[in-house]
């Protein structure tokens, strides 16, 4: 990992050795660029890149191509986050080169939520190729400068490659396997799932440090401050591959609802703080979904400011 | 079932064993799920489903029978003639 | 087998509304062996539908007749005698039934009275599951014998996804997510190492992708296709 695959700031801020910190932004539900422009100027200095969400849980949005070049524009760093739910291997090679053209430098390779989980669930399902698949692809477009069929490729996209990792989905003995096979694929960094339960989280990180994964690969821990007892219970029951513990819920319940929020922020700290010594965690990923004008505060009290410019 | 109501009938009932009593061993189960998708067909047609009945009873219960009988032609009185017009003597 | 569900009543009462004298096709194959367009299934629809007419007041002339299988000229030529008497027909057989019919009778008028949906196995009397969805190159000795692309809902070729819970899909309770079953076999047999790598792409031209297919026995065809 010495000479920079993108040069991206990510890229730079992880190589160097920093503790990176990245917050996510979902685009709006319309043409709204104003609305974006807001949401995106409170994460402005407070974040090394910004996850541009891509019709996540099927809900349809402007897309992440686009809202990610309009945060170039607002002087922010886009992580292009692209689902194989909606799109095949053309549109995706396309896409690909699009945002690269645009100034897109990371990009984060998933499968994406069941369209029956969104607000058009009586769309076709695409999933011409799989995430692990898509990941293999952009290294493959970037390292050989290929497309799928061998063609050469006319100035090839240097992408930065992410893909995500959720350890606390099913089966759990696998979930490290499937982190080593995606690492083997080519993907750079790493950002799990939203991090609820430390206890089996902690294991997990054992395993992967075992394997020495945490050396081929930049692994980030996602965060979620809860704003209250209603939103954990909420996420608990309807967001797939949730693992929120009871004490949590408790925890939250346990203090009066104005205070609920702080709970929450609490309890994200507290984790923010051991991930910065945790062995093989590289960054943390803040994912305040609708609750961006709290990050410059959350950034704040975790000591993570200022972000280091490299 | 269908037969029936298709020729007219006001009413259709279905007489069995006592559950677990079968002479057939399952016989009365198997007819208790057939008198609940013709009772479905007829809702979905716009029919009273209570003009097709089950019930279970032993044969040596002949004063239930009577009783059945009598609830039966009761309960078919009270919801009317049949709305499909007959097409000869039931 | 090919697996289908009845369309409802309204449906089919509304496709023949206006007719008088219809028939009813039923099959003696999948449809029958999935107790949709059977013998008994094609006499209760057509009683069902009478008791509807005589409700409103009509009256409708319904015969019926089962084929051996509508998806064999040989079979469907076996109807031409009668076939022009009736207003229209509605078939109870799969997709294949009507089109089959529409194409040697190019007179009369077809009714599909079922949704033809999976090629599936009964796991239980009455219970019928989807287990292929014809892609046209099967690979499932490289997943323990189970097929991801007919029964993983994101047909990933390198399961499973983040929604995979406790065995089960994140899109359905009731729908088993395949690779935690693959992997729980792999796992089982000491074999893990056969999921580790990324499988390759998936070669769709082979399925409904790549356009309508046609499968040729060429010691069999007599004369030109």
């Given at each position: 990992?010495?000479?920079?695959?993108?040069?991206?700031?990510?890229?730079?801020?992880?190589?160097?050795?920093?503790?990176?910190?990245?917050?996510?932004?979902?685009?709006?539900?319309?043409?709204?660029v104003a609305h974006l422009k807001e949401k995106l100027s409170h994460l402005k200095g407070n974040v090394d890149a910004v996850n541009m969400t891509d019709n996540q849980t099927a809900v349809v949005r402007m897309s992440s191509m686009a809202g990610s070049a309009l945060m170039i524009g607002e002087g922010l760093e886009p992580n292009f986050q692209m689902v194989c739910r909606d799109r095949n291997r053309l549109a995706i090679m396309s896409d690909i080169l699009g945002a690269y053209a645009l100034g897109i430098r990371n990009m984060l390779?998933?499968?994406?939520?069941?369209?029956?989980?969104?607000?058009?669930?009586?769309?076709?399902?695409?999933?011409?190729?799989?995430?692990?698949?898509?990941?293999?692809?952009?290294?493959?477009?970037?390292?050989?400068?290929?497309?799928?069929?061998?063609?050469?490729?006319?100035?090839?996209?240097?992408?930065?490659?992410?893909?995500?990792?959720?350890?606390?989905?099913?089966?759990?003995?696998?979930?490290?396997?499937?982190?080593?096979?995606?690492?083997?694929?080519?993907?750079?960094?790493?950002?799990?799932?939203?991090?609820?339960?430390?206890?089996?989280?902690?294991?997990?990180?054992?395993?992967?440090?075992?394997?020495?994964?945490?050396?081929?690969?930049?692994?980030?821990?996602?965060?979620?401050?809860?704003?209250?007892?209603?939103?954990?219970?909420?996420?608990?029951?309807?967001?797939?591959?949730?693992?929120?513990?009871?004490?949590?819920?408790?925890?939250?319940?346990?203090?009066?609802?104005?205070?609920?929020?702080?709970?929450?922020?609490?309890?994200?700290?507290?984790?923010?703080?051991?991930?910065?010594?945790?062995?093989?965690?590289?960054?943390?990923?803040?994912?305040?979904?609708?609750?961006?004008?709290?990050?410059?505060?959350?950034?704040?009290?975790?000591?993570?400011?200022?972000?280091?410019?490299? | 079932m269908l037969n029936a109501i298709e020729d007219g009938a006001d009413g259709v009932y279905v007489a069995g064993c006592l559950e677990g009593e079968c002479h057939y061993i399952e016989g009365n189960l198997k007819a208790k799920r057939k008198v609940a998708y013709v009772k479905k067909t007829l809702s979905e047609l716009g029919i009273e489903p209570e003009r097709v009945e089950m019930y279970n009873l032993s044969s040596a219960q002949g004063a239930r029978f009577a009783e059945i009988a009598n609830e039966m032609s009761d309960k078919i009185r009270e919801l009317g003639p049949t709305p499909i017009k007959k097409n000869h003597a039931a | 087998m090919i697996v289908a569900d009845r369309k409802s009543l309204q449906e089919i009462l509304a496709m023949v509304q206006d007719n008088k004298k219809i028939l009813i096709a039923g099959c003696k194959g999948c449809v029958t062996v999935c107790n949709v367009g059977g013998l008994k299934e094609v006499e209760i629809l057509a009683s069902s539908m009478k008791i509807a007419r005589k409700k409103e007041g009509k009256d409708i002339d319904i015969d019926i007749q089962v084929l051996e299988r509508q998806c064999d000229t040989e079979y469907v030529a076996g109807i031409s005698e009668i076939v022009d008497d009736y207003e229209a027909v509605i078939s109870l057989a799969c997709g294949v039934g009507p089109q089959f019919l529409s194409e040697m009778y190019k007179d009369q008028i077809f009714y599909p009275g079922v949704n033809t949906t999976?090629?599936?196995?009964?796991?239980?009397?009455?219970?019928?599951?989807?287990?292929?969805?014809?892609?046209?190159?099967?690979?499932?000795?490289?997943?323990?014998?189970?097929?991801?692309?007919?029964?993983?809902?994101?047909?990933?070729?390198?399961?499973?996804?983040?929604?995979?819970?406790?065995?089960?899909?994140?899109?359905?309770?009731?729908?088993?997510?395949?690779?935690?079953?693959?992997?729980?076999?792999?796992?089982?047999?000491?074999k893990l190492e056969d999921l580790l790598g990324v499988k390759g792409l998936k070669d769709w031209t082979t399925a409904r992708d790549g356009g309508p297919r046609r499968s040729i026995r060429e010691e069999l065809v007599q004369g030109n296709i």
């Open positions: 990992m010495s000479e920079l695959k993108s040069g991206s700031n990510l890229e730079k801020v992880l190589t160097a050795g920093h503790f990176a910190f990245t917050g996510e932004c979902g685009p709006p539900k319309g043409a709204n390779c998933l499968s994406g939520d069941h369209q029956t989980f969104g607000n058009h669930p009586e769309a076709k399902n695409v999933h011409d190729i799989d995430s692990m698949q898509l990941i293999a692809l952009v290294k493959k477009m970037r390292d050989e400068g290929k497309f799928l069929n061998g063609d050469d490729i006319d100035v090839p996209p240097k992408m930065f490659i992410g893909a995500a990792c959720n350890p606390f989905a099913d089966p759990y003995e696998y979930r490290v396997y499937r982190l080593a096979n995606k690492i083997e694929a080519g993907a750079d960094f790493i950002q799990t799932q939203c991090i609820f339960n430390m206890d089996k989280f902690r294991d997990f990180m054992k395993k992967t440090v075992d394997m020495g994964l945490h050396e081929k690969c930049y692994i980030l821990a996602g965060v979620t401050p809860m704003k209250n007892a209603g939103m954990a219970n909420f996420m608990s029951k309807f967001v797939p591959g949730m693992d929120i513990p009871d004490s949590l819920i408790k925890r939250l319940k346990g203090v009066d609802k104005r205070d609920q929020s702080e709970e929450g922020i609490k309890f994200a700290l507290e984790q923010v703080e051991e991930f910065k010594e945790m062995e093989g965690v590289a960054g943390v990923h803040m994912m305040a979904i609708e609750w961006e004008h709290m990050v410059p505060e959350i950034a704040e009290r975790a000591g993570v400011l200022p972000r280091p410019v490299v | - | 999976f090629f599936g196995g009964a796991t239980q009397h009455g219970v019928w599951e989807e287990r292929c969805a014809g892609c046209g190159t099967c690979a499932i000795h490289n997943f323990g014998g189970l097929c991801p692309i007919a029964r993983c809902a994101k047909s990933l070729m390198n399961g499973p996804c983040g929604g995979s819970s406790n065995g089960i899909c994140e899109v359905n309770k009731d729908t088993e997510c395949i690779w935690d079953s693959i992997v729980r076999k792999k796992m089982e047999a000491g």
